[in-house]
């Protein structure tokens, strides 16, 4: 079983960025499928971003062309490169692994189809 350890969060203004980082207790290439997800207040957790290890990414329309998930050669380290935060990007982030998906031609990004989950980092963007 992976777990998983979420830094990077803090507080920005609106148009600043962050990067997130999500440490593995192990390599997980070709064992786990891995992915962005947030929760703010009052909401359902809410898929982010998600990535296989033969580099195919999906992301949540919300956060298209400003969000970029990537992972380190080794499978250790996912990242999360978020440029132009709006204050509705404010959230509990957290990085989350499921069994590999292999070479299905569809990602999930669903908080339901990922079993291991990291405590989660706060961001919080200011207006």
């Known amino acids: 079983r992976v777990q998983l350890v979420e830094s990077g969060g803090g507080s920005v203004q609106t148009g600043g960025s962050l990067r997130l980082s999500c440490a593995a207790s192990r390599s997980t290439y070709r064992l786990y499928t891995l992915g962005w997800f947030r929760q703010a207040p009052g909401k359902e957790r809410e898929g982010v971003a998600v990535?296989?290890?033969?580099?195919?990414?999906r992301y949540a329309d919300a956060v298209k062309g400003r969000f970029t998930i990537s992972q380190d050669n080794a499978g250790t380290t996912l990242y999360l490169q978020m440029n132009s935060l709006k204050p509705e990007d404010t959230a509990m982030y957290y990085c989350a692994a499921r069994p590999w998906i292999g070479r299905a031609p569809l990602i999930p990004l669903g908080p339901n189809a990922y079993s291991y989950w990291g405590q989660g980092t706060q961001v919080t963007v200011s207006s």
């Open positions: 990535i296989n290890d033969d580099g195919r990414t």
